[in-house]
């Protein structure tokens, strides 16, 4: 097998990439051995079927990535519209990279893994829907402070966070479909249309920025 120790997390980064650069369809197991430099018989020695290596794949890079991101963007220490002007920058840059990388914009493989098999793998879809559901409480904690300072009209926080997250899925993925990441350029504008952001908060970020 080679390397046993970390055989695991070299197919568990594996599928994450190829998810991402391709689908999850279209990825199948062999493909995924052979990025990871792992023979087929190791593979099941550690996961079951494709759908048990996609479910951990996505619980590591919720680990790994996603939640020290949120954690670091979403700080209580920042201000709350300064936070989101952060992490959109951050979503921006990171398909600029990925444009120069792959030659091509490749979006959220979450959301990308997520819209193809909802209705097909519940394991890798709950998944999903769990990663989606930490993200939206980032979101829902920085709009109830935003509230609180009156940067914004009082809305329903939880309300408010599933619709940004629905402005930013949908962006993201017309970048990837048009292959444009000058879409998300767009975004901080869309957000804070969505979010009714009182004219007092914009001078605040102009000062922090």
């Known amino acids: 097998m080679g390397r046993t120790s970390d055989a695991d997390q070299r197919l568990k980064q594996a599928a994450l990439d190829l998810m991402w650069e391709e689908s999850y369809g279209s990825v199948t197991i062999d493909d995924?051995?052979?990025?990871?430099?792992?023979?087929?018989?190791?593979?099941?020695?550690?996961?079951k079927s494709k759908?048990?290596?996609?479910?951990?794949?996505?619980?590591?890079?919720w680990t790994d990535e996603w939640q020290p991101n949120l954690d670091r963007a979403f700080s209580s220490s920042i201000e709350p519209l300064a936070r989101f002007t952060g992490y959109f920058d951050t979503i921006y840059q990171s398909q600029l990279e990925t444009k120069k990388k792959y030659g091509k914009v490749l979006g959220c493989a979450v959301c990308a893994v997520g819209s193809e098999v909802s209705t097909q793998e519940v394991d890798v879809a709950g998944a999903v829907r769990a990663m989606m559901a930490k993200k939206l409480k980032y979101y829902e904690s920085s709009i109830r402070d935003a509230v609180a300072q009156g940067v914004i009209e009082p809305c329903d926080p939880t309300q408010e966070a599933l619709a940004l997250l629905g402005l930013l899925q949908g962006l993201i993925s017309q970048a990837r479909i048009m292959n444009d990441p000058e879409i998300l350029r767009r975004l901080p504008d869309m957000a804070f249309g969505l979010l009714r952001v009182k004219s007092k908060g914009v001078p605040q970020l102009i000062a922090q920025h």
């Open 32 to 47: 995924i051995c052979q990025r990871a430099d792992v023979k087929k018989g190791s593979f099941y020695y550690f996961f």
């Open 51 to 61: 759908a048990e290596l996609a479910v951990a794949a996505l619980e590591k890079l």
